[in-house]
């Protein structure tokens, strides 16, 4: 027998002046890309958006032909993001692109990002968000100045789970917290894959496209923005220890970072693509004085919460009862019993992004409890790369947390 579970959609949730769906631009993303594909089926998912035009390719060729197969016209298929980002904002204003998802290797967030917020576009961009610390301080400064919105694609924010273990956690149900634990491993980077034509490893273990970290700001950018998300708390200073254990790879391929939370909190964020076997094993534990909650990427749709002084509790995704908050609720598709994971989560991130634009476009206030990670999350997480890479080449202990 089902709960009383109801989706809230977006149909729900606003009243349709602008009666029509969002109009998305994607910069990179053509055939053969993995992220590019979760990104356009994450974004169509509530069919609040549709993609409309994209230069999916540095290769000319390419992007044609990749936006031939997914039935774009022609004269709406670019060769560059600069020919895209122009062109679109020279069509009227009923047949344009609304914002612009960028799904580029890392070394190409930045110059997209900031030409589109230039020409008055609204983004979307993968983490990590630039290239380099500076370039985050601009494109900070940047969308302050244009009043734009900007999402960061940190999907493990959009689990109904993960929700429910903030609003416990910043809700004090757990008391005041002492240890923090956020592991992330995975396993395909155990042999030298860049070297045996594996697209994905080559450009993620070059430092001319990945920036100064490789499995840290591939994966460990995850674990900090995590570690903040559901704590509220920001970390203050890292004992960092980078490794790289492949021969020859030229950036880190594994590191464990001890870090320091602003509320008096304790805790350890270790990432690594080098542990044999493993898949996508993303995880946090979180323990206050009353208790504690777990939480695993790969079992979504649980969260375990650990009491002092009584049994342990499971929590599941598509229910309702007392226990679960609202806001969960609202990142929860279908009843209890029928598994939510990866899509559905970045399919979160994507809706709350285009309530909040929509609500924008039709000069209303956001619906409330459909947050999104933002442009200052994009620098929390390049300021955590280079605290962690400064940390781990020096001989200091402890590091604080590199800001503004």
Same mark, same amino acid.
């Given at each position: 027998?089902?709960?009383?579970?109801?989706?809230?959609?977006?149909?729900?949730?606003?009243?349709?002046?602008?009666?029509?769906?969002?109009r998305m631009g994607m910069i990179g993303g053509g055939i053969g890309s993995f992220i590019g594909g979760v990104h356009r089926m994450a974004a169509t998912l509530d069919n609040e958006i549709e993609l409309v035009c994209g230069a999916f390719s540095s290769d000319p060729g390419r992007s044609k032909e990749s936006g031939l197969r997914w039935y774009l016209p022609e004269n709406r298929i670019y060769g560059s993001f600069e020919e895209m980002i122009i062109r679109e904002k020279e069509l009227p204003e009923g047949e344009r692109m609304d914002f612009v998802a960028i799904v580029t290797p890392n070394h190409l967030h930045f110059h997209p990002a900031k030409l589109a917020l230039e020409n008055g576009f609204h983004v979307v961009c993968d983490k990590p968000m630039t290239f380099s610390l500076q370039e985050a301080y601009e494109l900070e400064d940047l969308v302050k100045k244009t009043g734009l919105l900007f999402a960061l694609t940190h999907n493990y924010t959009g689990y109904p789970m993960v929700r429910q273990a903030r609003k416990m956690v910043q809700g004090g149900e757990l008391g005041q917290i002492r240890k923090v634990v956020v592991e992330y491993l995975q396993g395909w980077l155990s042999t030298k894959a860049e070297a045996a034509g594996n697209r994905q490893a080559e450009w993620r273990t070059d430092p001319a496209r990945s920036g100064i970290a490789g499995c840290m700001g591939d994966i460990g950018t995850h674990a900090e923005n995590l570690c903040e998300f559901v704590t509220g708390q920001r970390i203050t200073e890292v004992c960092s220890d980078l490794n790289t254990f492949i021969d020859g790879r030229l950036l880190d391929d594994d590191g464990s970072v001890l870090v320091h939370l602003e509320g008096g909190a304790k805790g350890i964020l270790y990432a690594s693509q080098v542990c044999a076997g493993e898949e996508n094993g993303l995880r946090f534990r979180i323990y206050g004085e009353k208790g504690g909650l777990e939480w695993s990427q790969m079992e979504p749709n649980t969260l375990w919460v /650990?009491? !002092?002084?009584?049994?342990?509790?499971?929590?599941?995704?598509?229910?309702?009862? /007392?226990? !679960?908050h609202a806001e969960t609720i609202k990142h929860a598709r279908i009843p209890a019993g029928h598994p939510e994971g990866f899509l559905e989560a970045f399919a979160n991130i994507y809706r709350n992004f285009a309530l909040a634009l929509r609500a924008r476009m039709e000069g209303k206030e956001a619906p409330e409890g459909f947050d999104f990670p933002t442009v200052h999350d994009g620098v929390r997480g390049m300021q955590f790369l280079e605290t962690v890479v400064k940390a781990s080449a020096g001989a200091q202990k402890w590091m604080p947390f590199i800001t503004k």
């Open positions: 027998m089902f709960s009383k579970f109801q989706y809230i959609s977006s149909e729900k949730i606003h009243t349709l002046n602008m009666h029509r769906k969002l /650990k009491w !002092i002084d009584r049994p342990v509790e499971l929590y599941r995704t598509g229910t309702s009862f /007392k226990p !679960i």
